[in-house]
């Protein structure tokens, strides 16, 4: 498993994040996205709300240092991709979600308001 060695010990703040996806061969494209984030039982858990409302659960969420990683399955395609999001100077995060192939997009996350 590939996060298994990750701890959450810092945490997230509880609610609807907000940012936009840009697809590496659309770098002028800007697709909103919403994260719902919560716990249970101490363990972080993310769903990814789409541009069409859809969610999608994210697979071993967790925060190690200033570095998120996730994981969830494009819902069109089903293809696996895998996240890295490092912390920014605003209090969010940003970085790719790489599928098998190589193929990736550009996520933000910006905290709730």
């Known amino acids: 498993m590939l996060f298994s060695a990750c701890q959450s010990a810092p945490k997230l703040q509880e609610g609807r994040w907000t940012g936009v996806l840009t697809p590496m061969n659309h770098p002028d494209m800007?697709?909103?996205?919403?994260?719902?984030?919560?716990?249970?039982?101490?363990?972080?858990?993310?769903?990814?709300?789409?541009?069409?409302?859809?969610?999608?659960?994210?697979?071993?969420?967790?925060?190690?240092?200033?570095?998120?990683?996730?994981?969830?399955?494009?819902?069109?395609?089903?293809?696996?991709l895998n996240c890295v999001l490092a912390s920014n100077s605003n209090?969010?995060?940003?970085?790719r979600c790489t599928d098998p192939s190589g193929k990736w997009a550009h996520f933000t996350m910006r905290p709730p308001r």
């Open 30 to 80: 800007q697709n909103p996205v919403g994260y719902d984030v919560s716990y249970k039982s101490d363990n972080l858990l993310i769903n990814l709300i789409g541009p069409n409302n859809t969610s999608t659960a994210t697979q071993n969420p967790c925060l190690e240092r200033d570095t998120l990683f996730f994981a969830f399955n494009e819902p069109e395609k089903q293809v696996l």
């Open 91 to 95: 209090q969010g995060f940003a970085g």
